[in-house]
C-alpha cells in the first residue's frame, strides 16, 4: 500500500448519474482504497475509473486529503446555496469513492476531522456509507452531528457468507459489522444495512431476521443496475458475476434482487428499500423518508 500525502482545490464534488436522486454532493476524504483488495473490492466500480487510478491497481494506493476540513470550509457557503436552490437540499453522501473508515483514519483522522467541522457547519442531510465496523470510532461525532443534519449511516453487508470461494475476505467480518450496526443504532443513530451490491445469500430468513434486530432499514442493491451501468456491464468485466453463479446462478439476474427484497419485507416490513430509491430513503411500502 502506498501511501501518499495530497491537497485538494475541492472536497465537494456535485453529484451526477446514480447519485442524482440520493444527495446533492459526495466527499471522498481519501482518494483509492485500502479495501480494495478486499471482497467488496472486486466488483468495486470506481477501480475502472482512470481519472482515479491514473493506472494503478486498485486498492495498492492511498491518498490522504490533508486540506478536506479547510476544503470543506471554504465551499460551505457556496455549495450549500446552489444544493438548495437547485437540489432541495445540501445532502453529502461520504463517501462513493473510498472507504471512509480504512484503518488508516486511526492514524489521520481525516473523515473524523470533516465530521466535526460539519458539527460546525452542518450539511442539511448527510449519508455515511462504509464496509468497516471502525465505523464505531467515530459514534460520538455522529451522535452530535445528527442533532443538526439528517443524518443517516449505511453499513454495507453484501451477503450472509464469510467467504466465496475464489474471492478474497471481507476487510471487516460479519460479524464485527453486525456488531457495528447494533452499536450505531443503540447510539440513537439512523442505521440503515446496504445489501449492495447483493451477493448470493445463504439462509435469507436468518439474514433478514438478523438485519432486522441491527438495523432500521435496508437496501438492496444489485450490480444490474446498480453499478452505474443499465446492464451492469462494469461488473461484468469483473471475476464477481462468475464466483456469485458458481453459487447460486439465480443470484447474477435481477430478478434475485427482487426476490431477496420480499423476503425482507417480511422482516422490516415499510423498511425495505431497493436500487437508488432505497439509497435516497424511500421505502418500498412508503414514500415517507427516513431520515
Ligand atoms: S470500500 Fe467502497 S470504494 Fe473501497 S473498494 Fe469497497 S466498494 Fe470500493
Redesign the pocket.
Known amino acids: 500500500m502506498i501511501t501518499e500525502f495530497t491537497e485538494v482545490k475541492s472536497i465537494l464534488t456535485r453529484t451526477s448519474g446514480f447519485l442524482n436522486d440520493v444527495c446533492s454532493h459526495s466527499l471522498q476524504p481519501y482518494r483509492g482504497?485500502p479495501?480494495?483488495a478486499s471482497l467488496?473490492?472486486v466488483g468495486?466500480y470506481?477501480q475502472h475509473n482512470v481519472y482515479v487510478t491514473q493506472g494503478r491497481a486498485w486498492?495498492s494506493f492511498l491518498e490522504v486529503r490533508t486540506n478536506a476540513v479547510e476544503a470543506y470550509r471554504a465551499a460551505y457557503e457556496r455549495e450549500r446555496s446552489w444544493a438548495r436552490e437547485k437540489r432541495g437540499g445540501f445532502v453529502i453522501f461520504l463517501s462513493s469513492?473510498?472507504?471512509p473508515f480504512p484503518h488508516q483514519e486511526a492514524r489521520h483522522q481525516i473523515t473524523r476531522s470533516v465530521l466535526e467541522a460539519m458539527c460546525d457547519l452542518p450539511p442539511d442531510g448527510l449519508i455515511v456509507q462504509t464496509?468497516s465496523h471502525r465505523v464505531t470510532d467515530a459514534i460520538d461525532s455522529l451522535k452530535r452531528l445528527a442533532t443538526k443534519s439528517a443524518l443517516r449511516v449505511h453499513v454495507s453487508i453484501e451477503t450472509d457468507r464469510e467467504r466465496l470461494p475464489g474471492l478474497p475476505p471481507p476487510a471487516s467480518s460479519l460479524t464485527r459489522r453486525f456488531e457495528a450496526a447494533a452499536a450505531l443504532k443503540a447510539a440513537g443513530l439512523s442505521t440503515i444495512i446496504t445489501v449492495s451490491p447483493l451477493l448470493p445469500i445463504e439462509d435469507p430468513q436468518q439474514f433478514f431476521g438478523r438485519i432486522a434486530l441491527v438495523a432500521d432499514a435496508v437496501v438492496l442493491d444489485h450490480f444490474i443496475g446498480g453499478d452505474g451501468t443499465p446492464l451492469g456491464s462494469r461488473t461484468l468485466k469483473t471475476r464477481l458475476p462468475r464466483a456469485m453463479s458458481a453459487i447460486d446462478p439465480r443470484s447474477v439476474e435481477l430478478s434475485y434482487r427482487d426476490e431477496m427484497a420480499a423476503i425482507a419485507e417480511r422482516y422490516l416490513p415499510g423498511r425495505v428499500g431497493v436500487g437508488p430509491d432505497g439509497f435516497a430513503g424511500h421505502w418500498l411500502r412508503t414514500t415517507n423518508r427516513t431520515q
Open positions: 482504497c479495501l480494495g467488496c473490492g468495486c470506481v486498492g469513492a473510498t472507504e464496509h
